[in-house]
């Protein structure tokens, strides 16, 4: 294709995607297509044969769209928010159209320095000391995969480069809560740490924070057994609840064994973007790694997840090969990213940072943010004052957890398997009904339901209109 | 940004864009800036409010582009192509527009099941049998990170999910060549294995062919010695001299010892459109897991890299977490893509190989992998026919290793580190000038150059300027 036909194609495709976003008010939220639907409508071979861009075209609307679950529906509440601002996806389309190679320094050195400028920006708008430094993953996963190995790599004294984790004799352990992400255990487990060797330390039963005390005593009986505490994954906005870890109590016991203190603030990494909210991260100065998502609630499209370290000399030592192929007078005097984390090549993430701070304006974002932390407030008493709903944790950001528990045929709370199957009920015809869409969760082995506020349309107006469509499906 | 700023902004983008790629040809190749310049024309503190898009481009424009090194330019022959056509990055501004979320199949049926047809369609067109499933990773290096923990855990019986790799009393061992992609030793290493477990097998000093019987003699060592092989990393076109290991013979020494087998055709894998060419991995159909870059040299937009498997309910047993705010009515009827890999969130990457498939159409793909086949063969001919010019490596695909070696003051061949500083001289030179770009890369302890050819828009006439320009500049 060329830049003239480009030209061409790629108005059409900006007002289609302009229309698009307009229209989505007007989607299901949900899709509402079977498994396969989608894929059995595309020809089972490939295509023989260049295709116009207008028939193309129709398949993405015809084919695709109907496929979507629209999370950037105003009435979208499931899971977490998953924005992607127009002025981020702006910058999304500045680096594809740029199509720059990241596999070093020299392949592109404004690929590099933007990021490192961005990453910089955001440790100072979230508060962080100039102590850390950032580099962006694909996702808070990969980030926390990244910092199980360099866990690892601490407690076994390099082992990677020897003759690898087979050869420490005492196990390695690594501590967290039944809160945690499912991707921690996932990377405890792909880091080689083993799941016997992750500790679920105890949490308050309201808060569903860690217990400091319980932590101290579980590293205790692994130091007295032989074993060597390695990792302590610290969640700051737990997925179930937005449940928030004891950072600096928990980071005191982690400095005390030179333990590696991984934070994952995927979800609460955007609150931080406003000072008064900090105080739920206080002690995160003293923790040797940080991962948040701005693809979530700030919503700078996805694959943006910041990565921070305080020890990039640690860092560099368990991710950096030097093939001679990559070498360059630049050595030394640049960062390479391809030793900050596990891909060798990347594309210029920085740019749908900058694109968003620069267009949005720090300001607008701020006070979106606080916006669905007030409508998150407002919604959580509206629960609390109604007959026999419940609110059963803490709403310290934007993410309420309720249950509709009515009286059972027996005029006592519903309770057990019938509870969990009227809460199945009710958020299932919900979100089948496409009108809106709720993530249900499992917390104490029963179900519960996710209200998580913070799409970037959704007002004050949308959150009424949630509440008056959950009291009428019950 | 609203979707009418949007549409306004993005038009002026798409524009911007096009002029970009049509300029690209009166580009330095190499950027031409100094370390840390790109960075300190940008502020040191985030912008405190919002900017106009005029002016975020013109910064785009005079901070950003001097700092591209411009891997689309015809004169580019460094590293390994790394194409982006402007038919993928249509589909890849289609996925940014469309803001979807990739965490599980109900959060975008399509995102899923369009990557299920794509990979399919790929796999046909690349000659794989039905046996094979694929996903789309960021890169090559994670897909072999994948690899090399989809091996440890079948070689250590699941260890991941007990007492971990250290629980495994023998040493388990992995078997590549020195050839190999950096990746592998750094994959090898991140899964926990150690250097030391990884055997570099002797090569044929020409082809640089991995040597099956030396691979054999190896395995037989360990196994003397009560290690265990687990995996087998064999490269079809090796990042240095584009080696190809012989895949069939090493296949049937990995299913005689149950070694999990890992094929990188990263580079490689884009040949493999071409039917003629397939005799190349002959025997892959044995291999465990395969790997390969379309956006290298077929030119769908980084990140694109393909990763097939024959056991995906190995596959998924390994990666796979369910948490309960995950589950939904449609598991085990379809696809759950963040069990086959890493990263719990994916972009919607299959529509830049479904619109790179379909605007240019494979028939002009394959067109244009034959014209710089063709080139390099024409090339090789030049040097090889030139005085005190050597070819140094078999040309199976498009890269061609080279040295000027004229004599000496002493009137003999130029040898050792007189020979080096003459090689970087002149390639350092070349690349300096802006003119086109070359990597200098070590073979047998000694550089030499990789002349890589496959720029989309690379045609001959762009090659005879390049061994004019070589030749002027010794």
Request: charged fraction near 20%; proline fraction near 5%.
């Amino acid at each position: 294709m060329t830049p003239a036909e480009f030209r061409e194609a790629g108005h059409a495709l900006i007002d289609w995607i302009a229309d698009f976003r307009e229209h989505i008010p007007e989607q299901p939220v949900r899709a509402q297509v079977e498994p396969g639907e989608v894929r059995r409508s595309f020809p089972a071979e490939p295509p023989q044969k260049a295709d116009s861009f207008s028939s193309l075209m129709a398949d993405l609307e015809n084919k695709v769209v109907p496929g979507i679950t629209q999370v950037q529906h105003p009435m979208h509440y499931g899971w977490f928010p998953s924005n992607a601002s127009l002025a981020s996806v702006l910058g999304d389309i500045a680096s594809s159209g740029l199509g720059t190679l990241g596999i070093s320094w020299e392949s592109c050195p404004a690929l590099t320095e933007v990021e490192e400028v961005v990453c910089d920006w955001m440790r100072q708008l979230t508060g962080l000391s100039e102590q850390w430094r950032g580099t962006i993953h694909d996702t808070a996963s990969t980030a926390c995969v990244t910092a199980m190995i360099l866990a690892r790599e601490r407690a076994s004294d390099f082992s990677k480069n020897g003759n690898g984790l087979q050869s420490v004799a005492s196990p390695l352990v690594v501590y967290s809560t039944s809160q945690a992400h499912s991707s921690i255990a996932k990377a405890v487990q792909l880091a080689g740490f083993g799941q016997h060797n992750l500790r679920y330390i105890d949490e308050d039963p309201y808060t569903r924070a860690m217990l400091p005390m319980a932590l101290s005593e579980a590293i205790r009986g692994d130091l007295a057994a032989g074993h060597i505490p390695a990792g302590i994954v610290c969640s700051v906005g737990a997925t179930g609840t937005t449940a928030m870890d004891p950072v600096a109590e928990i980071a005191a016991i982690a400095n005390e064994h030179n333990i590696w203190l991984h934070v994952d603030a995927a979800m609460a990494g955007s609150a931080m973007l406003l000072p008064e909210y900090r105080h739920l991260w206080e002690g995160v100065e003293a923790a040797d790694s940080v991962a948040w998502n701005p693809h979530k609630w700030m919503g700078t499209i996805l694959d943006t997840a910041l990565f921070y370290v305080r020890d990039t000399a640690h860092l560099e030592r368990v991710m950096s090969t030097n093939p001679a192929y990559l070498q360059s007078s630049a050595d030394g005097q640049v960062i390479q990213y391809r030793d900050w984390g596990i891909p060798l090549g990347r594309r210029f993430r920085a740019l749908k940072l900058w694109f968003h701070l620069s267009l949005d304006g720090i300001d607008a974002i701020q006070a979106r943010l606080r916006r669905d932390l007030d409508n998150a407030q407002w919604f959580r008493e509206r629960v609390e004052t109604e007959k026999d709903w419940q609110v059963l944790a803490p709403v310290p950001l934007q993410t309420v957890c309720i249950r509709h528990e009515p009286p059972g045929e027996d005029g006592q709370p519903m309770t057990g398997e019938d509870l969990d199957a009227h809460t199945l009920e009710w958020v299932g015809r919900i979100n089948d009904s496409g009108q809106a869409f709720l993530s249900p969760s499992l917390l104490d082995g029963r179900w519960m339901v996710r209200v998580s506020i913070g799409v970037e349309g959704t007002t004050r107006k949308h959150v009424e209109q949630l509440w008056d469509l959950i009291q009428a499906s019950v």
